[in-house]
């Protein structure tokens, strides 16, 4: 008698499903093509946030909600083919925070890791573990994981900035924390400047050993960064895809600033128009300086200073530029790498 059974008709397999459905059991078949596939195929879309409709929506909301109220005013980036998930890619949120003169947005910590990047106005701070940095366009600044967070605006302008967060990474692995101290605002413990001086010339305090897997250094000028592309863009070609592209490091370990989120900047020429390109690291952008364009999924964003936009995991992508352009981006880079997963390609 052969060992090979015969398989059941469509009933009998149905019948068999019903069984061990109600003990939490699935045959694995049934599904197997939908999670095992060929290449990426997010259900993320690219799509572009204009600052000439978020600036005056973001200002209209601070005539409904104050800072402390909401204890961060945030309008999130959804993308549209994650609506309902809070979040811009699969694995990363952003949104725009926005700090009215006189307030504050209170003191808290949690695991999820975030960074800031500065869009608009200037006067505003972020304390992080007892040292406040005063906030101007184009800074990328840190809050690392589980550590203590405020922001206050004691300036004269309305400022606000891009905030990148690590939620869908760490709701993963169902490890999130929060902690609200009693006191909104942090006592400033530090001298400001205190861990650039230390961190933010390519140089180590000689005893210097790191604690956590993220930057001593929570504070990346403008200025300097961009200082540093002018610089390569001097010294070298153009990479066709990218134009200049540099990442911020950890100064202490070559790494990346924050242990999920990868994050980087790079300067287009004027008339660039750039090689396709894709790779598994969704990724969101915000434009600093110039105008241009974004392709992506057959879909033609034009884009300005301020704007935000998004590259799919996998999906080409291809930047152009009317003007000299500066362009800051995030991504889940290191994540992926750590995990021998990431990969890229450029179109010939
Ligand atoms: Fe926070």
């Not at 939620?167 to 001298?191: G, H, M, N, Y």
């Not at 999906?315 to 995990?339: K, M």
């Amino acid at each position: 008698m052969s060992a090979v059974l015969k398989p059941a008709n469509q009933g009998e397999r149905k019948a068999f499903y019903d069984k061990i459905d109600v003990h939490n059991v699935s045959p694995l078949w049934e599904v197997l093509h939908g999670i095992i596939i060929k290449e990426p195929n997010s259900a993320a879309m690219p799509y572009l946030w204009s600052w000439a409709r978020m600036r005056p929506w973001l200002l209209e909301s601070a005539g409904l909600i104050t800072a402390e109220e909401a204890e961060r005013r945030v309008l999130v980036l959804e993308n549209p083919g994650l609506r309902g998930k809070t979040r811009i890619t699969n694995s990363l949120y952003a949104g725009l925070q926005l700090i009215m003169p006189g307030e504050v947005a209170p003191a808290h910590r949690h695991s999820q890791s975030a960074l800031r990047f500065v869009v608009d106005g200037r006067g505003a701070y972020t304390a992080v573990d007892g040292e406040r940095v005063f906030m101007e366009p184009g800074d990328f600044i840190i809050t690392p994981s589980w550590t203590f967070h405020d922001h206050g605006n004691p300036g004269k302008e309305p400022v606000i900035w891009l905030d990148g967060l690590d939620v869908a990474i760490v709701e993963l692995f169902d490890a999130q924390f929060l902690e609200r101290p009693e006191a909104k605002s942090q006592k400033t413990t530090r001298t400001q400047g205190g861990s650039f001086a230390s961190f933010g010339n390519t140089m180590l305090p000689v005893n210097y050993k790191p604690s956590s897997h993220t930057s001593p250094l929570f504070w990346y000028p403008y200025d300097r960064s961009r200082a540093a592309l002018a610089g390569m863009s001097q010294s070298g070609p153009a990479h066709p895809a990218h134009g200049w592209k540099l990442q911020y490091i950890n100064p202490a370990t070559g790494g990346y600033p924050i242990p999920t989120i990868a994050t980087f900047l790079q300067m287009l020429p004027k008339g660039f128009r750039g090689r396709e390109y894709r790779s598994t690291d969704a990724t969101t952008f915000c434009v600093v300086e110039g105008r241009g364009s974004f392709r992506c999924g057959g879909q033609d964003f034009a884009f300005a200073p301020k704007d935000v936009f998004v590259a799919p995991s996998w999906r080409q992508y291809r930047l152009d530029a009317d003007e000299e352009c500066v362009i800051f981006s995030f991504s889940d880079r290191p994540v992926q790498q750590a995990l021998d997963l990431w990969r890229e390609q450029e179109s010939a």
